[in-house]
T-cell receptor
Framework: AQSVTQPDIHITVSEGASLELRCNYS??????LFWYVQSPGQGLQLLLK??????LVQGIKGFEAEFKRSQSSFNLRKPSVHWSDAAEYFC????????????FGQGTELSVKP | EAGVTQFPSHSVIEKGQTVTLRCDPI?????LYWYRRVMGKEIKFLLH????????ESGMPNNRFLAERTGGTYSTLKVQPAELEDSGVYFC???????????????FGNGTRLTVT
């Protein structure tokens, strides 16, 4: 069955520290991979996506993610976290021909300490 | 441009009552999607409209849920009668194109938080 796992429900990092949020997927076909962020009271905003090509993708707000097929992972990273990055982060997967039908992970809530 | 708008932002109803959620997609977006997040669980796909037609409703949990999109503009999602397990956040999303294009171009609303007591 297709699934996405985000092992960390809640992570706390200090402002200025580096961040890595983990995402593992189980998908039969070549996956399209996404990271979304939801700030309090807001909708989901797309941070970045991977369809093909370079396995290191850059997104908005200084985030990047690396696709590792051998590990079925698509971890999100940021070298220096800002207090405004506190939010919930969702990894998602979709297939080529299923358009907007996304399969989401359970989400990782990020807290940032001053 | 205005984003995807959902009404109401919060709704508290009693078990057995009816609730109707509304989604106004971005103007010109033919594709409209409903997703739901039940407390503590992942966000799950409910259904997909292309204009006024249901393209995929494989995620609808049961026949207490009815989605419509008359005229291919706004959409409503009615829950009748509501049960406790229907509590959660209901998200709407829209995109201009379908297929691969939709995948990377989804615009989400802020969601409606539904609480059934």
């Amino acid at each position: 069955a297709q699934s996405v796992t985000q092992p960390d429900i809640h992570i706390t990092v200090s402002e200025g520290a580096s961040l890595e949020l983990r995402c593992n997927y189980s998908y039969g076909a070549t996956p399209y991979l996404f990271w979304y962020v939801q700030s309090p009271g807001q909708g989901l905003q797309l941070l970045l996506k991977y369809f093909s090509g370079d396995t290191l993708v850059q997104g908005i707000k200084g985030f990047e993610a690396e696709f590792k097929r051998s590990q079925s992972s698509f971890n999100l990273r940021k070298p220096s976290v800002h207090w405004s990055d506190a939010a919930e982060y969702f990894c998602a997967v979709a297939s080529y021909n299923q358009g907007g039908k996304l399969i989401f992970g359970q989400g990782t809530e990020l807290s940032v300490k001053p | 441009e205005a984003g995807v708008t959902q009404f109401p932002s919060h709704s508290v109803i009693e078990k057995g009552q009816t609730v109707t959620l509304r989604c106004d997609p971005i103007s010109g977006h033919d594709n409209l999607y409903w997703y739901r997040r039940v407390m503590g669980k992942e966000i799950k796909f409910l259904l997909h409209f292309v204009k006024e037609s249901k393209q995929d409703e494989s995620g609808m949990p049961n026949n207490r849920f009815l989605a419509e999109r008359t005229g291919g503009t706004y959409s409503t999602l009615k829950v009748q009668p509501a049960e406790l397990e229907d509590s959660g956040v209901y998200f709407c999303a829209s995109s201009q194109v379908g297929g691969q294009g939709a995948t990377g171009g989804l615009h989400f609303g802020n969601g409606t938080r539904l609480t059934v007591t």
